[in-house]
């Protein structure tokens, strides 16, 4: 079993920043990309930004420059440190990880967590 526990999230002025964090526990060999994702409500949850188990990272446009994502690998923490958040960025923020739970198999299993709540306000 492997659960994903997102926190930091809550209401702050546009301007402003966050940091959100992840992190995965339970039966792991390995996690292989770790990223967040976003849904506000009747849009399609959105890629916010990835990161690989060697460092690198991948963002979507409407948050480059703005966001920065990071992992402890020990840890098995992903981050998201949102920095001149807007009005737009409002949304449930979910992160995921592609783990690998088995030394037998270099398959790795999608595991997202249930999302933390990022309120921007003008």
């Known amino acids: 079993q492997v659960q994903l526990v997102e926190s930091g999230g809550g209401l702050v002025q546009a301007g402003g920043s966050l940091r959100l964090s992840c992190t995965a526990s339970?039966?792991?060999?390995?996690?292989?990309?770790m990223g967040w994702y976003r849904q506000a409500p009747g849009k399609q949850r959105e890629l916010v930004a990835t990161?690989?188990?060697?460092?690198?990272?991948n963002y979507a446009d409407s948050v480059k420059g703005r966001f920065t994502i990071s992992r402890d690998n020990a840890k098995n923490t992903v981050y998201l440190q949102m920095n001149s958040l807007k009005p737009e960025d409002t949304s449930v923020y979910y992160c995921?990880?592609?783990?690998?739970?088995?030394?037998?198999?270099?398959?790795?299993?999608?595991?997202w967590g249930t999302g933390t709540v990022v309120t921007v306000d003008s």
């Open positions: 995921n990880a592609d783990v690998q739970r088995f030394s037998v198999t270099s398959i790795s299993m999608r595991y």
């Open positions: 339970g039966s792991i060999v390995s996690i292989n990309v």
């Open positions: 990161i690989t188990s060697g460092g690198n990272t």
